[in-house]
């Protein structure tokens, strides 16, 4: 090869190889963006808070979640009365939005409770076997069931909890 090839073939190689970076520089750009316009995917253990049809909200946030639950706040936004219903004790289902929503273990919750009915007079949220008939029949009702236990037009979902 004479010197001119040889200078030709090196910047033909330099070339190839910035083409290279380039190429996978923007194929990760375009991944990235692929994935954060992916849609949620909605699981069946996904965590839904539902609310009686009769109150005029639409969302909540996990601390005006929190702040019914524990009965620090004792009205929704639009003036009704908010009864928080929990799942029966014990359920994985109560465990998991005890987690994510107030906080606490099993005990720190029912040592909460022991000192507010102490302190207060409050009594602890009411359990029912089946949340989501106690949402559709009470007024104000506030509670959590998996996506899979969902029936449509029985209550609103106000928030879901992954």
């Known amino acids: 090869m004479t010197s001119r090839s040889t200078q030709r073939f090196r910047e033909y190689g330099q070339y190839s190889r910035m083409a290279v970076v380039a190429i996978t520089a923007v194929l990760v750009l375009l991944q990235f963006r692929a994935d954060a316009q992916e849609p949620v995917v909605d699981k069946p253990d996904d965590i839904l808070i539902i609310v009686n049809k009769a109150v005029n909200i639409d969302q909540t946030q996990v601390d005006e ?11 929704w936004s639009d003036g009704t009365k908010a009864i928080p219903i929990n799942a029966p ?8 939005f005890r987690r994510l ?17 102490i302190k207060h007079g409050t009594n602890r949220p009411p359990e029912f076997a089946n949340p989501l008939k ?29």
């Open 65 to 75: 979640l929190k702040a019914i639950f524990l009965k620090r706040k004792a009205n």
């Open 89 to 96: 004790e014990g359920s994985k289902i109560r465990e998991a």
């Open 101 to 117: 929503v107030t906080g606490m273990t099993r005990s720190r919750e029912q040592s909460f409770w022991q000192t507010q009915m």
């Open 134 to 162: 106690a949402v559709f029949k009470l007024r104000g009702a506030v509670s959590y069931v998996y996506r899979s236990d969902y029936r449509k037009g029985v209550a609103k979902i106000i928030l879901v909890l992954r």
